[in-house]
Nanobody, 115 residues
Framework: QVQLVESGGGLVQAGNSLRLSCVASRRTFKMGWFRQAPGKEREFVAAVYCGDGSTRYLDSVKGRFAISLNNAKNTVYLQMNSLEPGDTAVYYC???????????WGQGIQVTVSS
């Protein structure tokens, strides 16, 4: 089992920044962020592979969001810059043990961007 604890959400104005953090109870193969806006499906936002540090992003956040990893602390961060109202969602941290689907999920944290 892997427990994930997210922090750092909140309410910000458009154009500002937020940093989300997620602490895992142990190291995993990959960690990622997903989000779900009201009335929409959950979507992938970003991922980092814990072995080589390679990253993946949703096209609409490339250049604005950055995912990073502190392996010593089993912590993944999502730096979100130039936030837009369309980024408003509940953000979920996830961890996976291999290249397949993610195995563990955090409880979710609200990010609200006002115009």
């Amino acid at each position: 089992q892997v427990q994930l604890v997210e922090s750092g959400g909140g309410l910000v104005q458009a154009g500002n920044s937020l940093r989300l953090s997620c602490v895992a109870s142990r190291r995993t193969f990959k960690m990622g962020w997903f989000r779900q806006a009201p009335g929409k499906e959950r979507e992938f936002v970003a991922a980092v592979y814990c072995g080589d540090g390679s990253t993946r992003y949703l096209d609409s956040v490339k250049g604005r969001f950055a995912i990073s990893l502190n392996n010593a602390k089993n912590t993944v961060y999502l730096q979100m810059n130039s936030l837009e109202p369309g980024d408003t969602a509940v953000y979920y941290c996830a961890a996976g043990l291999n290249y397949g689907p993610y195995d563990y999920w955090g409880q979710g944290i609200q990010v609200t961007v006002s115009s």
